[in-house]
Protein backbone atom coordinates (compact mmCIF):
# COMPACT_ATOMS: atom_id res chain seq x y z
CA UNK A 1 0.00 0.00 0.00
CA UNK A 2 1.28 3.21 -1.07
CA UNK A 3 1.46 6.70 1.26
CA UNK A 4 -1.59 9.18 0.32
CA UNK A 5 -1.78 12.39 1.90
CA UNK A 6 -4.91 13.59 2.96
CA UNK A 7 -4.71 17.79 3.49
CA UNK A 8 -6.73 20.39 2.80
CA UNK A 9 -4.05 22.82 1.36
CA UNK A 10 -1.34 22.68 -0.47
CA UNK A 11 2.59 23.52 0.10
CA UNK A 12 3.59 27.48 -0.89
CA UNK A 13 5.77 27.82 -3.65
CA UNK A 14 8.80 27.68 -1.40
CA UNK A 15 7.89 24.94 0.61
CA UNK A 16 7.21 23.55 -2.92
CA UNK A 17 10.80 24.43 -3.55
CA UNK A 18 11.98 22.49 -0.40
CA UNK A 19 10.85 19.48 -1.29
CA UNK A 20 11.56 19.42 -4.87
CA UNK A 21 15.29 19.79 -3.17
CA UNK A 22 14.87 17.39 -0.73
CA UNK A 23 13.45 14.46 -2.97
CA UNK A 24 16.51 15.58 -5.30
CA UNK A 25 18.79 15.01 -2.30
CA UNK A 26 17.62 12.20 -1.21
CA UNK A 27 17.91 10.08 -4.74
CA UNK A 28 21.84 11.66 -4.94
CA UNK A 29 22.02 9.90 -0.92
CA UNK A 30 23.12 13.02 0.41
CA UNK A 31 22.44 14.15 4.18
CA UNK A 32 20.65 17.18 3.84
CA UNK A 33 19.32 20.01 6.82
CA UNK A 34 16.43 22.45 5.79
CA UNK A 35 16.29 25.40 8.15
CA UNK A 36 13.97 28.31 8.65
CA UNK A 37 10.39 26.12 9.13
CA UNK A 38 8.57 25.40 12.56
CA UNK A 39 5.33 24.46 13.67
CA UNK A 40 2.96 22.89 11.77
CA UNK A 41 4.49 23.73 8.31
CA UNK A 42 7.30 21.92 9.05
CA UNK A 43 4.83 18.32 9.60
CA UNK A 44 3.50 19.55 6.40
CA UNK A 45 6.69 19.39 4.36
CA UNK A 46 7.88 16.38 6.06
CA UNK A 47 4.41 14.85 4.93
CA UNK A 48 5.08 15.65 1.14
CA UNK A 49 8.20 14.41 1.51
CA UNK A 50 7.55 11.25 2.68
CA UNK A 51 4.38 11.05 -0.09
CA UNK A 52 6.76 11.80 -3.11
CA UNK A 53 9.62 9.52 -1.92
CA UNK A 54 7.28 6.55 -1.14
CA UNK A 55 9.98 5.37 1.66
CA UNK A 56 9.28 3.76 5.31
CA UNK A 57 10.35 6.33 7.69
CA UNK A 58 11.84 6.97 10.78
CA UNK A 59 11.37 10.54 12.69
CA UNK A 60 13.80 11.49 15.90
CA UNK A 61 12.71 14.09 17.76
CA UNK A 62 14.59 15.27 20.92
CA UNK A 63 11.09 14.80 23.27
CA UNK A 64 8.40 13.09 24.14
CA UNK A 65 6.03 16.25 23.72
CA UNK A 66 7.19 17.20 20.41
CA UNK A 67 7.28 13.08 19.07
CA UNK A 68 3.80 12.97 20.46
CA UNK A 69 2.55 16.44 18.59
CA UNK A 70 3.98 15.12 15.29
CA UNK A 71 2.26 11.98 15.39
CA UNK A 72 -0.88 13.59 16.27
CA UNK A 73 -0.38 15.91 13.20
CA UNK A 74 0.72 13.04 10.84
CA UNK A 75 -2.19 10.59 11.81
CA UNK A 76 -4.32 13.18 10.41
CA UNK A 77 -2.27 13.74 7.14
CA UNK A 78 -2.17 9.97 6.87
CA UNK A 79 -5.28 8.52 7.62
CA UNK A 80 -5.06 4.96 5.73
CA UNK A 81 -1.56 4.45 6.70
CA UNK A 82 0.25 3.24 9.62
CA UNK A 83 1.69 6.27 11.99
CA UNK A 84 3.39 4.88 14.63
CA UNK A 85 4.49 6.45 18.27
CA UNK A 86 8.21 5.06 19.85
CA UNK A 87 9.61 6.57 23.09
CA UNK A 88 10.72 5.14 26.32
CA UNK A 89 8.37 2.49 28.22
CA UNK A 90 9.94 3.69 31.68
CA UNK A 91 7.01 5.38 34.03
CA UNK A 92 9.95 4.80 36.48
CA UNK A 93 13.73 3.62 36.06
CA UNK A 94 16.27 3.22 38.89
CA UNK A 95 19.83 1.73 37.64
CA UNK A 96 21.34 -0.67 39.31
CA UNK A 97 24.20 0.67 42.00
CA UNK A 98 26.29 -0.56 44.96
CA UNK A 99 27.42 1.64 47.64
CA UNK A 100 31.08 0.58 49.08
CA UNK A 101 30.70 2.92 51.65
CA UNK A 102 28.03 0.78 53.71
CA UNK A 103 27.84 -2.29 51.03
CA UNK A 104 24.65 -1.69 50.18
CA UNK A 105 23.64 -3.13 46.35
CA UNK A 106 20.65 -1.64 45.11
CA UNK A 107 19.16 -3.42 42.25
CA UNK A 108 17.48 -2.19 38.96
CA UNK A 109 13.99 -0.97 39.57
CA UNK A 110 11.69 0.48 37.04
CA UNK A 111 8.01 0.70 36.12
CA UNK A 112 6.76 0.34 32.49
CA UNK A 113 3.72 1.90 30.70
CA UNK A 114 1.75 -0.79 29.53
CA UNK A 115 -0.24 1.19 26.81
CA UNK A 116 3.22 2.82 25.75
CA UNK A 117 4.70 -0.67 25.76
CA UNK A 118 1.91 -2.01 23.11
CA UNK A 119 2.72 1.25 20.61
CA UNK A 120 5.90 0.59 20.74
CA UNK A 121 5.10 -3.25 19.81
CA UNK A 122 2.91 -2.55 17.08
CA UNK A 123 5.52 0.65 15.89
CA UNK A 124 7.78 -2.65 15.24
CA UNK A 125 5.16 -5.25 13.38
CA UNK A 126 4.12 -2.42 11.80
CA UNK A 127 7.70 -1.87 10.28
CA UNK A 128 8.10 -5.49 9.49
CA UNK A 129 4.95 -6.12 8.01
CA UNK A 130 4.05 -3.06 6.25
CA UNK A 131 6.01 -0.62 3.85
CA UNK A 132 3.48 2.45 4.42
CA UNK A 133 4.67 2.40 8.00
CA UNK A 134 6.21 6.22 9.54
CA UNK A 135 7.01 5.83 13.33
CA UNK A 136 7.63 9.10 15.26
CA UNK A 137 10.15 7.95 17.92
CA UNK A 138 12.18 9.88 20.81
CA UNK A 139 16.19 9.56 21.02
CA UNK A 140 15.21 6.22 23.12
CA UNK A 141 14.90 4.41 19.78
CA UNK A 142 19.15 4.27 19.94
CA UNK A 143 19.17 1.93 22.24
CA UNK A 144 19.20 -1.85 22.68
CA UNK A 145 16.13 -4.15 20.80
CA UNK A 146 16.06 -7.62 20.14
CA UNK A 147 17.67 -9.20 16.54
CA UNK A 148 15.14 -8.01 14.20
CA UNK A 149 15.96 -11.09 12.50
CA UNK A 150 14.96 -13.38 15.32
CA UNK A 151 11.87 -11.18 15.44
CA UNK A 152 10.55 -12.14 12.29
CA UNK A 153 11.60 -15.38 12.19
CA UNK A 154 9.72 -16.19 15.23
CA UNK A 155 6.50 -14.93 13.74
CA UNK A 156 3.34 -17.29 13.26
CA UNK A 157 1.82 -17.40 9.84
CA UNK A 158 -2.05 -18.59 10.19
CA UNK A 159 -3.77 -19.33 7.28
CA UNK A 160 -7.37 -21.25 6.71
CA UNK A 161 -6.84 -24.53 5.94
CA UNK A 162 -2.82 -24.95 7.24
CA UNK A 163 -1.92 -28.10 8.89
CA UNK A 164 -1.31 -27.57 12.67
CA UNK A 165 -2.38 -29.51 15.73
CA UNK A 166 -3.50 -27.59 18.89
CA UNK A 167 -0.21 -28.76 20.81
CA UNK A 168 1.75 -27.14 18.17
CA UNK A 169 -0.60 -24.12 18.27
CA UNK A 170 -0.16 -23.30 22.02
CA UNK A 171 3.48 -24.39 21.57
CA UNK A 172 4.45 -21.87 19.11
CA UNK A 173 2.53 -19.18 21.45
CA UNK A 174 4.64 -19.86 24.32
CA UNK A 175 7.92 -19.51 22.29
CA UNK A 176 7.07 -16.11 20.85
CA UNK A 177 6.39 -15.05 25.13
CA UNK A 178 2.83 -15.35 25.14
CA UNK A 179 1.21 -16.21 28.58
CA UNK A 180 -1.53 -18.76 28.98
CA UNK A 181 -4.16 -17.87 31.14
CA UNK A 182 -7.74 -19.25 30.70
CA UNK A 183 -9.24 -17.21 33.26
CA UNK A 184 -8.17 -13.38 32.31
CA UNK A 185 -7.39 -12.21 28.42
CA UNK A 186 -5.52 -9.36 27.82
CA UNK A 187 -2.82 -8.45 25.60
CA UNK A 188 0.15 -10.70 25.33
CA UNK A 189 -1.79 -13.60 26.65
CA UNK A 190 -3.68 -16.73 25.04
CA UNK A 191 -6.38 -18.74 26.05
CA UNK A 192 -7.47 -22.22 25.30
CA UNK A 193 -11.07 -24.04 25.05
CA UNK A 194 -11.38 -27.46 23.30
CA UNK A 195 -10.38 -26.80 20.07
CA UNK A 196 -10.64 -22.96 19.98
CA UNK A 197 -7.65 -20.85 20.69
CA UNK A 198 -8.18 -17.22 21.97
CA UNK A 199 -5.28 -14.68 21.61
CA UNK A 200 -4.74 -11.00 22.27
CA UNK A 201 -1.65 -9.74 20.35
CA UNK A 202 0.54 -7.62 22.56
CA UNK A 203 0.77 -5.03 20.31
CA UNK A 204 -3.32 -5.41 19.27
CA UNK A 205 -6.55 -5.04 21.66
CA UNK A 206 -9.08 -7.67 19.79
CA UNK A 207 -8.69 -10.90 20.24
CA UNK A 208 -7.58 -13.60 17.15
CA UNK A 209 -9.68 -16.40 17.41
CA UNK A 210 -8.38 -19.41 15.94
CA UNK A 211 -10.50 -22.83 15.49
CA UNK A 212 -8.74 -26.10 15.35
CA UNK A 213 -10.51 -29.32 13.72
CA UNK A 214 -8.56 -32.13 12.08
CA UNK A 215 -5.62 -31.11 12.92
CA UNK A 216 -5.76 -27.65 10.88
CA UNK A 217 -6.84 -24.44 11.09
CA UNK A 218 -10.53 -24.11 10.09
CA UNK A 219 -11.37 -20.50 10.92
CA UNK A 220 -10.00 -17.25 11.88
CA UNK A 221 -12.47 -14.60 13.41
CA UNK A 222 -11.21 -10.91 14.82
CA UNK A 223 -13.47 -10.50 17.82
CA UNK A 224 -13.91 -7.83 20.00
CA UNK A 225 -12.32 -8.46 23.11
CA UNK A 226 -14.54 -6.71 25.55
CA UNK A 227 -18.31 -7.39 24.20
CA UNK A 228 -17.62 -10.58 22.08
CA UNK A 229 -19.23 -10.76 19.18
CA UNK A 230 -17.23 -11.19 16.14
CA UNK A 231 -15.78 -8.24 13.94
CA UNK A 232 -15.29 -10.24 10.82
CA UNK A 233 -13.17 -13.83 9.24
CA UNK A 234 -10.01 -13.58 8.28
CA UNK A 235 -8.56 -15.50 5.76
CA UNK A 236 -4.55 -14.93 6.36
CA UNK A 237 -3.11 -13.41 9.86
CA UNK A 238 0.94 -12.64 10.76
CA UNK A 239 1.47 -13.30 14.60
CA UNK A 240 4.33 -11.73 16.02
CA UNK A 241 5.99 -12.39 18.86
CA UNK A 242 4.39 -10.93 22.67
CA UNK A 243 8.03 -9.26 23.35
CA UNK A 244 10.65 -7.44 21.18
CA UNK A 245 13.46 -9.62 22.78
CA UNK A 246 12.38 -13.03 21.72
CA UNK A 247 15.37 -16.35 20.94
CA UNK A 248 14.97 -19.17 18.98
CA UNK A 249 15.73 -22.66 21.16
CA UNK A 250 19.06 -23.57 18.97
CA UNK A 251 20.59 -20.19 19.59
CA UNK A 252 19.23 -20.30 23.57
CA UNK A 253 21.44 -23.21 24.26
CA UNK A 254 24.60 -21.50 23.00
CA UNK A 255 23.79 -17.92 24.56
CA UNK A 256 23.70 -19.86 27.95
CA UNK A 257 27.01 -21.84 27.45
CA UNK A 258 28.68 -18.03 26.63
CA UNK A 259 27.29 -16.33 29.25
CA UNK A 260 28.06 -18.89 31.89
CA UNK A 261 31.63 -18.92 30.55
CA UNK A 262 31.93 -14.90 30.63
CA UNK A 263 30.89 -15.31 34.32
CA UNK A 264 33.68 -17.79 35.29
CA UNK A 265 35.77 -15.80 33.33
CA UNK A 266 34.91 -12.82 35.51
CA UNK A 267 34.55 -14.43 39.06
CA UNK A 268 38.17 -14.41 40.01
CA UNK A 269 38.28 -10.76 39.08
CA UNK A 270 36.10 -9.74 41.34
CA UNK A 271 36.49 -9.90 45.62
CA UNK A 272 34.98 -12.54 47.24
CA UNK A 273 31.08 -10.73 48.15
CA UNK A 274 30.80 -9.26 44.74
CA UNK A 275 32.13 -12.09 43.15
CA UNK A 276 28.97 -14.06 45.29
CA UNK A 277 26.39 -11.34 44.47
CA UNK A 278 27.28 -11.68 40.53
CA UNK A 279 27.26 -15.61 40.84
CA UNK A 280 23.90 -15.54 42.37
CA UNK A 281 22.25 -13.03 40.22
CA UNK A 282 23.24 -14.41 36.84
CA UNK A 283 22.66 -18.05 37.82
CA UNK A 284 19.28 -17.19 39.03
CA UNK A 285 18.55 -14.94 35.67
CA UNK A 286 20.09 -18.10 33.35
CA UNK A 287 18.18 -20.15 34.80
CA UNK A 288 14.51 -18.10 34.52
CA UNK A 289 15.46 -17.66 30.89
CA UNK A 290 15.47 -22.03 30.34
CA UNK A 291 12.21 -22.73 32.11
CA UNK A 292 10.21 -19.54 30.80
CA UNK A 293 13.07 -18.27 28.15
CA UNK A 294 12.81 -14.69 29.57
CA UNK A 295 14.17 -12.73 32.51
CA UNK A 296 14.14 -9.09 33.89
CA UNK A 297 16.58 -7.25 32.63
CA UNK A 298 17.22 -9.98 29.65
CA UNK A 299 19.19 -7.17 27.63
CA UNK A 300 22.14 -6.99 29.46
CA UNK A 301 22.50 -10.21 27.87
CA UNK A 302 21.72 -9.01 24.37
CA UNK A 303 25.58 -9.44 23.02
CA UNK A 304 25.50 -13.20 23.92
CA UNK A 305 21.98 -13.62 22.54
CA UNK A 306 22.43 -12.03 18.88
CA UNK A 307 26.12 -13.03 18.45
CA UNK A 308 27.84 -9.97 18.73
CA UNK A 309 31.41 -9.67 19.63
CA UNK A 310 32.26 -7.48 22.54
CA UNK A 311 32.38 -3.72 21.59
CA UNK A 312 30.04 -4.01 19.00
CA UNK A 313 26.93 -2.00 18.86
CA UNK A 314 23.27 -4.10 19.55
CA UNK A 315 20.25 -3.64 17.23
CA UNK A 316 18.10 -0.48 17.56
CA UNK A 317 14.93 0.41 16.35
CA UNK A 318 16.46 1.47 12.79
CA UNK A 319 18.00 -2.01 12.38
CA UNK A 320 14.30 -3.22 11.49
CA UNK A 321 13.59 -0.65 8.44
CA UNK A 322 14.44 -1.96 5.24
CA UNK A 323 17.75 -0.22 4.00
CA UNK A 324 16.02 2.03 1.44
CA UNK A 325 14.39 4.07 4.73
CA UNK A 326 14.23 7.68 4.91
CA UNK A 327 15.35 8.84 8.60
CA UNK A 328 14.08 12.76 9.49
CA UNK A 329 15.77 13.93 12.56
CA UNK A 330 13.97 16.31 13.80
CA UNK A 331 15.69 19.69 15.78
CA UNK A 332 18.81 18.68 14.74
CA UNK A 333 20.40 20.97 16.53
CA UNK A 334 19.06 19.39 19.91
CA UNK A 335 18.69 15.99 18.90
CA UNK A 336 21.95 15.20 17.86
CA UNK A 337 24.36 16.40 20.72
CA UNK A 338 21.65 14.43 22.92
CA UNK A 339 22.30 11.26 20.83
CA UNK A 340 25.98 11.58 21.46
CA UNK A 341 25.37 12.54 25.61
CA UNK A 342 23.07 9.62 25.52
CA UNK A 343 25.51 7.56 23.82
CA UNK A 344 28.49 8.19 26.30
CA UNK A 345 26.50 8.28 29.07
CA UNK A 346 25.23 4.36 28.59
CA UNK A 347 28.45 3.41 27.49
CA UNK A 348 31.00 4.75 30.50
CA UNK A 349 28.06 3.13 32.92
Same mark, same amino acid.
Given at each position: ?10 ? +? ?13 ? +? ?5 ? /? ?73 ? @? ?62 ? /? ?17 ? !? ?8 ? +? ?10 ? %? @?? !? ?78 ? %? ?27 ? /? ?23
Amino acid at each position: MQFQLNAPFKL +SPGQQIAVNQLVDGF +SKKEKQT /LLGITGSGKTFVMANLIQRLQKPTLIVAHNKTLAAQLYAELKEFFPHNRVEYFISFYDYYQPESYMPTTDMYIEK @DSSVNAQIEKMRMHAVSSIVSRRDTIVVASISCIYSLGNPEDFKSMALVLRNGKPLTRKNLIHA /LVDMQYERNDMVLEPGRFR !VRGDVVDVIP +SYENDVLRVELG %G @DQ !VKKIKEVDAITGNSKGIIDEVILYPARQYVVPEEKQDRALQQIRRELEERLPMLPPLEAQRLRQRTNYDLEMIREVGFCS %GMENYSRHFDGRSSGEPPFTLMDYFPEDY /LLIIDESHQTIPQARAMYNGDYAR
